[in-house]
T-cell receptor
Framework: AQKVTQAQTEISVVEKEDVTLDCVYETRDTTYYLFWYKQPPSGELVFLIRRNSFDEQNEISGRYSWNFQKSTSSFNFTITASQVVDSAVYFCALRPGSSASKIIFGSGTRLSIRP | DGGITQSPKYLFRKEGQNVTLSCEQNLNHDAMYWYRQDPGQGLRLIYYSQIVNDFQKGDIAEGYSVSREKKESFPLTVTSAQKNPTAFYLC??????????????FGDGTRLSIL
C-alpha cells in the first residue's frame, strides 16, 4: 500500500518556538520521492522541498530543515524560530517511482503561530 | 510571469447543473492534474493528463469529466452526477511526468458550492 500519515492534525505554538511536523510514509517501491508543500490561507500549494529515496542527506534552508530517515520511513519537517507568517497547512506527499503520475498526499497539519 | 491560472475563484452550482472549472498554464508543462480537497483532508486526484488529447482517471473520477485539447489548458467539468461537489478544487502541472521527481506546481484553486 502507498500511504502518507501526518498524525498531527493541528499544532499551535508561540512565535519564536521551534516546531516539528511529522510525516510517516508507506511504500513498497525502492525508488520514490517525497515532498513537502505549504498551503497558506490563500489556498495555493507552495512547493518547499523534494527528496529522493536514495538520498538520505538532511537539508537545511534558512529556518527550515528536513530529516529523512528510511529506517523509520519518516520525513519530518522542522521550523526553527517560528514566525506568524509560517502559519499554514503543511502537506507531506509521496510519489512512488512505479507510479510517476500520482502523488499521495497526507491529510495535512495545520500550524498556527501565535504572536 | 509563468504560472497556473484557475478561474473562477468562487463558483456556485444549482441542482442538476453542470459547471466547468478553468485551468490554464504557461509553464510549458506536459502533465496536468485536478485535485479535490475537502476540509481537514488531503488532496485526492480526480483526473490527470500526461499529454495532449490523453487523460486518465484518478481515484475519484466519478461525476467529473475533463478534456485536453491544448497543452496549456485542462478544464474540469463537474457534472450533475457528482452528488457532493462542494469542495476546493486545485489544478496542478508538472514537467516531463515520466521523470518522477518533478514537483507539481499548483494554481490558486476554485471553491465550489451548491446553491
Amino acid at each position: 500500500a502507498q500511504k502518507v500519515t501526518q498524525a498531527q492534525t493541528e499544532i499551535s505554538v508561540v512565535e519564536k518556538e521551534d516546531v516539528t511536523l511529522d510525516c510517516v510514509y508507506e511504500t513498497r517501491d525502492t525508488t520514490y520521492y517525497l515532498f513537502w508543500y505549504k498551503q497558506p490561507p490563500s489556498g495555493e500549494l507552495v512547493f518547499l522541498i523534494r527528496r529522493n529515496s536514495f538520498d538520505e542527506q538532511n537539508e537545511i534552508s534558512g529556518r527550515y530543515s528536513w530529516n529523512f530517515q528510511k529506517s523509520t520511513s519518516s520525513f519530518n519537517f522542522t521550523i526553527t524560530a517560528s514566525q506568524v507568517v509560517d502559519s499554514a497547512v503543511y502537506f507531506c506527499a509521496l510519489r512512488p517511482g512505479s507510479s510517476a503520475s500520482k502523488i499521495i498526499f497526507g491529510s495535512g497539519t495545520r500550524l498556527s503561530i501565535r504572536p | 510571469d509563468g504560472g497556473i491560472t484557475q478561474s473562477p475563484k468562487y463558483l456556485f452550482r444549482k441542482e442538476g447543473q453542470n459547471v466547468t472549472l478553468s485551468c490554464e498554464q504557461n509553464l510549458n508543462h506536459d502533465a496536468m492534474y485536478w485535485y479535490r480537497q475537502d476540509p481537514g483532508q488531503g488532496l485526492r486526484l480526480i483526473y490527470y493528463s500526461q499529454i495532449v488529447n490523453d487523460f486518465q482517471k484518478g481515484d475519484i473520477a466519478e461525476g467529473y469529466s475533463v478534456s485536453r485539447e491544448k497543452k496549456e489548458s485542462f478544464p474540469l467539468t463537474v457534472t450533475s452526477a457528482q452528488k457532493n461537489p462542494t469542495a476546493f478544487y486545485l489544478c496542478a502541472s508538472s514537467g516531463q511526468d515520466r521523470v518522477s521527481n518533478q514537483p507539481q506546481h499548483f494554481g490558486d484553486g476554485t471553491r465550489l458550492s451548491i446553491l
